[in-house]
Nanobody, 113 residues
Framework: VQLQASGGGLVQAGGSMRLSCTTS????????MNWYRQAPGKERELVAT???????DYADSVKGRFTISRNNARNTMYLQMNSLKPEDTAVYYC????????WGQGTLVTVSS
């Protein structure tokens, strides 16, 4: 069982970035998936959720800027991040509950001002 986040890097404020979370060992199409992030010195926070039926929910701080999506054929979840701000700088983790709580290894997003 594995969750693998990728796509992070350095971007200027106002820019865009897309994160991917590839999965293996789970029945992806029935699993609710989440993106979390943890900024330096702060607690990990839930950023976005997508259910197996495609319903989505977002933290207030990213509503209107981030879009979570999934491709069940590819067992992959995405996070499209637009209008990035320096305060979006964090390590982003994919997360799921499948028999137990699962975490990916995290991918660092740095937004420069």
């Amino acid at each position: 069982v594995q969750l693998q986040a990728s796509g992070g890097g350095l971007v200027q404020a106002g820019g865009s970035m897309r994160l991917s979370c590839t999965t293996s060992g789970i029945t992806f199409k029935i699993t609710t998936m989440n993106w979390y992030r943890q900024a330096p010195g702060k607690e990990r926070e839930l950023v976005a959720t997508i259910t197996s039926g495609g319903n989505t929910d977002y933290a207030d701080s990213v509503k209107g800027r981030f879009t979570i999506s999934r491709n069940n054929a590819r067992n992959t979840m995405y996070l499209q991040m637009n209008s990035l701000k320096p305060e979006d700088t964090a390590v982003y983790y994919c997360n799921a509950w499948y028999r137990r709580e699962l975490w990916g290894q995290g991918t660092l997003v740095t937004v420069s001002s």
